[in-house]
């Protein structure tokens, strides 16, 4: 809901500039219009916009649908002074590019830019000075800002070259772990009845065929089983658990490390659906953490919120397209 | 070369029986002809037969037409007595049974079946009694029978769920130990600059371009450049390779258990790309299934010599069809 109601008084004042961010994901995409005060005046959410590598364009079309509701909900004309798009897949060249023109093309904003989800939800962490952003969702990915202002990121490579501690990877695990207890070659697991049962698949023969179709979301549905099996005290399942969490800290300390000297304990901050509240891997990474040691910064992150940040940074650059984070890699 | 040269006598004897036995594999299809005293009376040598899962009885044409040379070289008129082929993706049903039935189509022998390549080769190193048979080329199984005639398959989950220790899962622990090592979350390795530069890559992102769209021998064709770094004291190639070589034995010493007990020490024999002659894998997997302990069956295997042994163990079954291989599950 919106946290200043939209008033006459927006449309009347030709002298009020507006600004809108959006926050693209798997899920779904949000947007929101702030004013110049940074104030949010409208949002409006909508269907997953999951980049087709295809025609990256495609998607621009919800994305200008949202914006469009949002500006009109706020009482904002188009084209407002700033958009920011964070979105799913778009931290990658060409990706990137195709987007902006598209977002451009549709006449929303002066000035827009395009970049990564992941972007948006580390200015909403962190809109200056120093912090980490971690995020492990089906992917995993951390981004970081030194005190000196240079930004790093590590993981982020995809689903072939890493992913390290996502939901993906814990699935995969899993399903080797599956493998290896069939054979005799590691330790006999409850995930093989689990997962069989949960896949509706009559024996291991027909996991070779399933894997061979599935997809990213697929295997990382399955961590919810994990965790249950995990909990129910069977030791692959625990191991493979054990090991997503060594992976996402060290995620966290490389970048603790390259991003030295800190002028206080570095602050953390935590993303994705499999760190979100109540997710039973966030208790262990919130300790996990605070040993390096790092703080945990609690607050609920808002994408969009991060990408108005972003719109609003937009208007004091004069080439009206802010370099893109360094080192993005994957579109996954 | 043929072993014994053709005469006219097996043509002329109509009494003689022949048998054909094929291995077919992603390198090359071989094709020998015995007679009912088991002498090679003939060869024949072809492109590779690779299973096209869409399309399993397109490979079928080939096959027919080797062993129609083979044949033909030895003096044989078809229909042979049996024929029994054994092709890399074929151990896995239906393809098994479109694969068999495309063959006895073909009319090349009175009792024809098919199977996987893994299991031709097992025949050739153990035609009775117990033994192990490690693969490791692309992908990596093992298969052993106990002295109770006991047979088990261990691996063979495929490039996905599986192939731990194989050139496929070597070429991609190097790329994932290359992404660590450019974050900073693992050891920097010279694995990073070699790989770019055989892949004729400009920078890390298009590792990722590149591993898109790779087949699984594009990944193994990697290992030659992951022993040669290795070599030169690389840390993390070092590693990678050690955990292969860990994993191969894993294999082995599972199924030493698992058929169990053993009249004498079990004797272990080595095929695959990864584990020929002259290969550096080779060596350490010799040492390291001695002290298992293991004996080392030090012959140079023919794939379509053990398919002949089955061929001619068929006309003693009465349906013409023994049961394949238990447990076999990968395509790949």
Redesign the interface.
């Known amino acids: 809901m919106n946290q200043t109601a939209p008033t006459h008084l927006h449309h009347l004042d030709p002298n009020v500039s507006y600004f809108l961010g959006v926050d693209g994901g798997g899920t779904r995409t949000r947007v929101v219009l702030v004013d110049q005060a940074g104030t949010e005046c409208a949002r409006a959410d909508g269907p997953p916009t999951l980049i087709d590598p295809a025609d990256p364009a495609a998607t621009v079309g919800v994305i200008a649908d949202l914006c469009r509701e949002a500006a009109s909900k706020g009482g904002a004309d188009l084209p407002v002074a700033g958009l920011w798009a964070g979105i799913a897949g778009a931290g ?1 060249e060409p990706t990137r590019s195709v987007v902006e023109t598209a977002l451009r093309e549709a006449g929303l904003s002066s000035l827009t830019s395009a970049g990564a989800d992941a972007e948006a939800t580390f200015y909403d962490a962190f809109p200056s000075g120093p912090g980490i952003l971690l995020i492990a969702g089906t992917g995993s990915i951390a981004l970081g800002r030194g005190a000196d202002g240079s930004r790093l ?3 982020g ?2 689903l ?3 992913d390290e501690g996502s939901g993906y990877r814990i699935g ?1 695990s899993a ?2 772990a ?2 290896r207890g069939e ?3 590691g330790v006999s697991t409850e995930l093989r009845d689990s997962v069989l049962k949960v896949l509706g698949l009559a024996g ?2 027909d ?2 065929k399933w ?2 179709s599935a997809q990213k979301a697929d295997v990382a549905s399955l961590v919810p089983l994990i965790f249950e099996v995990a909990e129910a005290g069977d030791r692959a399942a625990l191991t493979v658990i054990e090991e997503a969490v060594d992976e996402l800290v ?2 966290v300390r ?1 970048l603790v ?2 991003l030295e000297p800190w002028p206080a304990t570095p602050e953390v901050a935590l993303a994705g659906g499999l760190l979100k509240e109540n997710r039973p891997l966030r208790v262990r990474m919130i300790r996990a953490i605070e040993v390096l040691p790092c703080r945990h910064q609690a607050r609920v992150l808002d994408g969009a919120r991060g990408a108005c940040s972003l719109a609003m940074g937009l208007a004091d650059l004069t080439d009206g397209s802010p370099a893109p984070w360094p080192e993005f ?3 996954n």
């Open positions: 990658t990121r590590v993981g490579w995809g072939h070259l890493g995969m399903l080797h599956f493998a054979d005799g070659r291991p023969g996991l070779i894997i061979a060290g995620h490389t490390r390259r890699l994957s579109g």
